[in-house]
């Protein structure tokens, strides 16, 4: 199997998530040199060659990070992928990244945490004859500070995004 562009990521529960999202192998190469297959500790992960070739691929929080990346590898492997964010500038950024490359890509401005929303981007691709084969529910974010300096609200927003965010892309 063919090696991609390393994706550095950093986390032990990580590489399964992503290796399930995109149907890939992935394998764990240490500074060392050494390679590894299994749940890894630190490193640069390398997806091993899938075909999405024809393949329509939604991805939200697709505006920076894991998001982006990922939209990026999809759309380096024949997938026209659907990106979902509520940065629209950097989705058209994107957009313009991906074709450069030679890849398939649209921008679609979308908020999860707003019902519907999502939901309205699926009729978009479905008006112009195309089915989300493989959706990653991607958008997220972490509340950091002090515990005692962050309010209910804060937690909420979270929750609002990491967690019905993800229900309400299904």
């Given at each position: 199997?063919?090696?991609?562009r ?6 032990r ?6 290796e399930w ?7 764990m ?10 749940m890894?500790?630190?490193?640069v992960?390398?997806l ?7 393949k329509?691929v ?40 991906i ?32 089915v ?26 979270q ?12």
């Open positions: 199997a063919r090696v991609c390393p994706l550095r990521i950093i986390g529960f990580l590489a399964p998530a992503i999202i995109v149907g890939a192998h992935l394998t190469r240490h500074p060392s040199g050494q390679t590894t297959s299994g890894p500790v630190a490193g992960l390398e091993r060659a899938m075909n999405s070739s024809g329509t939604l991805v939200t929080g697709a505006s920076s990070g894991i998001g982006a990346a990922l939209a990026r590898e999809f759309a380096r492997r024949g997938a026209h992928v659907a990106l979902v964010a509520r940065r629209r500038e950097a989705l058209d950024a994107l957009v313009a990244d074709a450069a490359a030679g890849g398939r890509a649209s921008a679609h401005g979308a908020d999860v945490t707003v019902d519907g929303d999502v939901a309205r981007v699926v009729a978009e691709l479905g008006a112009r004859g195309l989300p084969d493989v959706v990653v529910a991607n958008a997220g974010f972490g509340v950091v500070g002090n515990a005692r300096k962050l309010a209910i609200e804060d937690y909420r927003r929750f609002e995004t990491n967690l019905f965010g993800v229900l309400r892309t299904f």
